[in-house]
């Protein structure tokens, strides 16, 4: 059995985060070892709250940004990145990613987002050009990249739910911190961010879950339970 931490702040209207809990039963199948999701919030999280996340084998960081609470969605990433527990986050998973590293890896201490602190003077999260809310939009994949590997081809299409990605004026400093980009947008803009050398560290600002059906399970979903189920014969 394979314990998936969900972490977001569980809203059963919400179409993403009831998907989220399908996709997991979906990509369980291919895997061919159940996994059960268990919804932490974010409220939950922070302090030192972070010890519930240690009885889960991964994370995923779900869609719902403005969080409850950004410290606790920051501390779950920075948990996974440094005990290098396998994390996928997914639309405010991805942005809050992009927080967590600029923050604790870069010690930008001032490192904001847009949408919680449009007047920080250094925001790495910003409003898109054009909202992606409700867009169903090409993904190009960087060869040999995980996400490639995942969907096994160099393209894919995926539903967007955000306004906010992230702020191109820092990807050089985010790629001095170790991210890398892996999925662009048709201009070229960052769409799936991944930390080579974690076990399985990978944003998307689209929400694959969505996607997920019995017969096509969402490949990110599946790459983080197989990443996991690699972890120990347990799994």
Not at 54 to 82: H, K, M, Q, V, W
Not at 185 to 203: A, K, S
Request: proline letters at 7%.
């Amino acid at each position: 059995m394979i314990r998936v931490g969900i972490v977001g702040d569980y809203n059963p209207a919400h179409e993403a985060h009831r998907a989220t809990d399908a996709a997991f039963a979906h990509a369980s199948a291919v895997v061919g070892s159940p996994a059960m999701g268990t919804w932490t919030g974010t409220d939950q999280l922070a302090g030192r709250g972070i010890g519930a996340l240690e009885a889960f084998d991964c994370l995923l960081i779900a869609p719902g940004s403005p969080y409850i609470n950004t410290d606790g969605a920051l501390a779950a990433i920075r948990y996974a990145r440094e005990a290098d527990v396998p994390v996928l986050g997914t639309c405010g998973g991805f942005q809050h990613m992009v927080l967590e590293i600029a923050r604790h890896i870069l010690g930008y201490d001032d490192a904001g987002h847009a949408e919680i602190d449009p007047a920080g003077k250094r925001l790495v999260v910003t409003p898109l050009s054009c909202s992606l809310k409700g867009q169903v939009m090409r993904v190009q994949l960087v060869e040999g990249s995980v996400a490639a590997t995942a969907y096994g081809r160099a393209e894919t299409t995926e539903r967007y739910y955000c306004d906010f990605g992230l702020n191109p004026d820092y990807l050089s400093d985010l790629a001095r911190a170790g991210l890398v980009v892996s999925g662009t947008g048709p201009e070229g803009e960052p769409r799936v961010i991944e930390m080579p050398g974690l076990r399985f560290f990978v944003g998307s600002l689209f929400v694959p879950q969505t996607s997920s059906s019995p017969a096509s399970p969402a490949p990110l979903v599946v790459a983080l339970l197989a990443a996991t189920r690699a972890m120990g014969p347990n799994l």
